[in-house]
């Protein structure tokens, strides 16, 4: 299915704005869990604590791969699809190279790992991100404003008047979003700008890292963010939900911590 209309459809479906970000990290798997295939047991768990509550899932691709564990995250993403169907699945890859390679990173994320959409890193320009804008039923989701503290080095940069970031919002909204399949990534952590942003890509969907572990403000990104449907947001958070607790319960743990969140964004929403 489409991304977009997959998006839209578990916004609606679960009532919710919460993609949870999946990012095992070896040294904090509950005991019992261990290697590569402990990697795929908490994931799998996670995913089917939580499935009721998410809009998206977003497993990122660095905390599989320095494991050895690509083959996880393939058959992850599969099982994702196979038991929860209609849950989009976006890969975080922020990829970005030049065309003839940018086709191959295409093919990893669609083809390969069978995400619906990939984040990506807009810094070398319209024909590093054609490959991926070309497959109009998949996401594209570009940094734009991120989380991060040194996110302003370069995005804040004076851009002709307008700070980088904001240049690259707009540029993305008028001149790549022609087969409609762009988001933006922007950071819990600066609603401020992310409202900013909001002002100018209209209903384009945001995807909102910076909750939980990195201690943004859901109150903020909401009255910043929402369009006026009060959706429009896929606000992620990996390691509060995750690690909510590191016991045998801990699938339990990840569930009421999302189900908490499901219920606090949507105390926001209209
Ligand atoms: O693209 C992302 O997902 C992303 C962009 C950004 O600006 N900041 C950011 O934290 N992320 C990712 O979102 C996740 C945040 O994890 P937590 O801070 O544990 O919720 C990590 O996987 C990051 O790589």
């Known amino acids: 299915m489409n991304f977009m209309t997959a998006l839209k ?3 609606r479906r679960n009532d ?3 993609c949870v970000g999946l990012d095992p990290e ?3 798997l509950p005991a019992g869990l261990s290697g590569t295939e402990g990697i795929f047991t908490f994931c799998r768990d996670i995913v089917d604590a939580t499935a009721g509550q998410v809009c998206a899932y977003k497993p990122q691709i660095a905390h599989f791969a320095a494991q050895r564990a690509e083959d996880v995250l393939e058959r992850l993403i599969a099982y994702i699809h196979e038991t929860h169907p209609g849950i989009p699945v976006i890969l975080d890859a922020k990829r970005g190279d ?3 390679t940018a086709k191959h990173y295409a093919t990893e994320a669609f083809d390969r790992y ?8 807009p810094y070398l320009g319209h024909d590093s991100i054609a490959p991926f804008l070309d497959r109009a039923d998949k996401g594209v989701i570009l940094l734009c404003r991120t ?3 040194g996110g302003k080095d370069f995005q804040a940069l004076d851009c002709g008047g307008q700070p980088l970031y904001l240049r690259v919002a707009e540029t993305i909204a008028r001149e790549w979003n022609g087969n409609g399949n ?3 990534v922007t950071g819990a952590t600066w609603p401020e700008e992310l409202g900013r942003v909001r002002g100018v890509v209209g209903d384009m969907p945001l ?6 572990a990195q201690g943004g403000d859901v109150a903020a990104v909401m009255a910043n963010g929402r369009t006026r449907d009060g959706t429009g947001l896929m606000i992620s958070s990996s390691r509060a939900i995750l690690y909510a607790d590191s016991g045998v319960n801990f699938a339990e743990h990840a569930h009421r911590a999302a189900e908490e969140m499901r219920k606090f964004v949507n105390s926001f929403r209209l």
């Open 9 to 11: 459809d578990a916004w």
């Open 16 to 18: 919710s704005l919460v």
């Open 26 to 28: 070896p040294g904090r």
């Open 98 to 100: 030049i065309g003839s």
């Open 114 to 121: 069978g995400a619906d959409a990939v984040t990506l890193n």
């Open 147 to 149: 989380s991060n503290p």
């Open 182 to 184: 762009c988001a933006l």
């Open 207 to 212: 995807l909102v890292p910076g909750i939980g």
